[in-house]
């Protein structure tokens, strides 16, 4: 399991998932930046070019929702591979 910074950790205790403006705030990004990133990962994932963690979301009645957990495992992948969205 990754570390989880006491910052990370506290938010992962209030929900297990996140609305897109939560998660975009999260990661300092805009919402449209980060449904750029589940575009990205789901066009590699289709061609099949995608064999590492994919963001984690789901989506319910239209709307997304991002796994904390999921988030910061991605997050250290996509870092430490120094992905390019």
Known sequence: MPAVTDEAYSMQTD???MTL????????????????????ENALRA????????FP???????IYVSQIGLI?????ATRERRIY
Do not use: C, M, R
């Open 15 to 17: 929900s297990p998932l």
């Open 21 to 40: 403006e939560q998660t975009a705030e999260f990661l300092n990004l805009t919402e449209s930046q980060v449904k750029s990133i589940i575009s990205s």
């Open 47 to 54: 061609q099949g070019d995608s064999e590492e963690v994919s």
């Open 57 to 63: 979301y789901i989506v319910v009645q239209n709307e």
């Open 73 to 77: 495992s991605w997050l250290e992948g």
